[in-house]
């Protein structure tokens, strides 16, 4: 049985103010509406400033802190990166690797995902590898091709105990800050695609163990039916999970399984 695994990603937003009332907010509304987080892994991945503060509201309530990047050298002359034992040191449970805004603003490569993962599992830092097609690729049908590139240079060198604790995060560009999503029968046809191209390396049992995420204008009003999917385990939340009330109503996106409103 594979948890559902729903992650926050802030990107470049707010304040430490803000972050500091966000988690207070967060602890309050889960337990208000019920939510058994026992049954549901949940992550907040931040920028770098709001981490410290973020541990100490989270400590004991089973949501992991997380990183949105990360070098993939321990240390050295990397001026404004930061290591994968730094976010150790800190207690820093995930991080994502290769988000889309990343390839396409920094010129992240798969190459360079691949040295990340790594790193990660190393560190035991949970690596949240991001894979998607643009809006050409997927027009031109030549979208599986990409996806399957980016997977294979990814995980080159990637062991099966590594790919046993790493997720998958599938978010097709063209859906990222758009408004669009894609449908969920768009959605899982995808998810089940990654985990074939992950059977063709490790085989099916270890293929279908692996967490396989959905990312792309993830909304309280689509999630139940995004997480129906037989594929899909769970969700890569950008702009929803900056608004306390949304979050948690994805977080508990099937009352009966994750918890019981009230």
Known sequence: ???????????????????????????????????????????????YI?????????????ICVGAQNMHYEQSGAYTGEISPAMLSDMGIECCIIGHSERRQHFNETSEACAKKIKAAVMGNIRPILCVGETLNERESGRYKDAVADMLKTSLENITEAEILKTVIAYEPLWAIGTGKTATSKQANEMAAFVRSVIAEKYGKDIADQVIIQYGGSVKPDNIKEIMSMSDIDGVLVGGASLKVD???????????IVGKTE
Do not use: T
């Not at 009332?21 to 967060?26: A, C, F, I, K, R």
């Open 50 to 62: 709001h981490m410290a503060a973020l541990k100490v509201i989270f400590v004991l309530r089973n």
């Open 246 to 256: 949304d979050f948690v109503k994805i977080v508990n996106f099937d009352p009966e």
């Open 1 to 47: 049985m594979r948890k559902p695994f729903i992650v926050a990603n802030w990107k470049m937003n707010m304040l430490v103010e803000d972050s500091v009332q966000y988690g207070e907010d967060l602890v309050e509304k889960l337990k208000r509406e019920n939510v058994d987080l026992k049954k549901v892994d949940v992550a907040i991945c931040v920028p």
